[in-house]
């Protein structure tokens, strides 16, 4: 089974703080992806990446950065969290040569933004 | 802009009763579809795609969704709900590249 871990399932920040987010997926997946979740408002795709080192912008990337230095691991960073930026986060996988490209998700990180 | 729109936010129904949530999405070309269930504390997980062929797609757990390209719709579909798919159920499409386009999402709550 893929799996794609979120080192942290729940964060509390203050305001003004750097946030690193963590994401490491296992099935050598070429594509990855940071999404944040909020009622009413389903997924959004923040940043994705399709290889080491290659980012592009999703919907909403203002506020957020992505590295990807390694091909397993897909960082999202929040430079100076804001109340805003309380959510929950999901990273996600998938592999391009699949046929229909199905995402595979982590658990999620929930971040409270004070 | 390419947008998702998933008809109902919340739906309450009794077990045994019929399921439809409704998908729409907006976008002229090639499409890939997705249904997305996320089960009370749990990751989302893959329900069911379509990429090409019959447009009638079964998916996990008597889950069926349909691709009826005219209306840009991919509706899914249950005969028969029990309480175990309480859960929230996302709609997305893929419509090129990698990037895929999620709904707001629609609540179920099925009654014991």
């Known amino acids: 089974d893929v799996k794609v871990t979120q080192s942290s399932r729940y964060l509390v920040k203050r305001t003004g703080e750097k946030v690193f987010l963590e994401c490491v997926q296992d099935?050598?997946?070429?594509?990855m992806f940071w999404y944040r979740q909020d009622p009413g408002l389903g997924l959004r795709l923040i940043y994705f990446?399709?290889?080491?080192?290659?980012?592009e912008k999703g919907d909403i990337p203002e506020g957020y950065s992505v590295s990807r230095e390694k091909k397993e691991r897909f960082s999202l960073i929040l430079e100076s969290a804001s109340t805003n930026q309380t959510s929950m986060y999901l990273c996600?996988?998938?592999?391009?040569?699949?046929?229909?490209?199905?995402?595979?998700f982590g658990e999620g990180s929930w971040l409270t933004v004070v | 802009a390419q947008s998702v729109s998933q008809h109902n936010h919340h739906v309450i129904l009794s077990e045994a009763a019929s399921l439809e949530l409704g998908c729409n999405y907006s976008?002229?070309?090639?499409?890939?579809l997705f249904w997305y269930v996320q089960y009370p504390g749990q990751h989302l997980q893959l329900l069911l795609k379509?990429?090409?062929?019959?447009?009638l797609v079964k998916g996990i757990k008597g889950f069926e969704a349909e691709f009826i390209k005219s209306k840009f719709s991919f509706n899914l579909r249950k005969p028969s709900v029990q309480w175990s798919d309480t859960a929230e159920y996302f709609c997305?499409?893929?419509?090129?590249?990698?990037?895929?386009?999620f709904g707001a999402g629609t609540r179920l709550f099925v009654k014991a």
């Open positions: 379509y990429f090409s062929g019959d447009p």
């Open positions: 996600a996988s998938s592999l391009s040569s699949d046929s229909g490209n199905t995402i595979y």
């Open positions: 099935m050598d997946h070429e594509n």
């Open positions: 997305a499409v893929r419509t090129g590249g990698f990037k895929t386009i």
């Open positions: 976008y002229g070309g090639t499409v890939n």
């Open positions: 990446s399709y290889d080491v080192k290659m980012k």
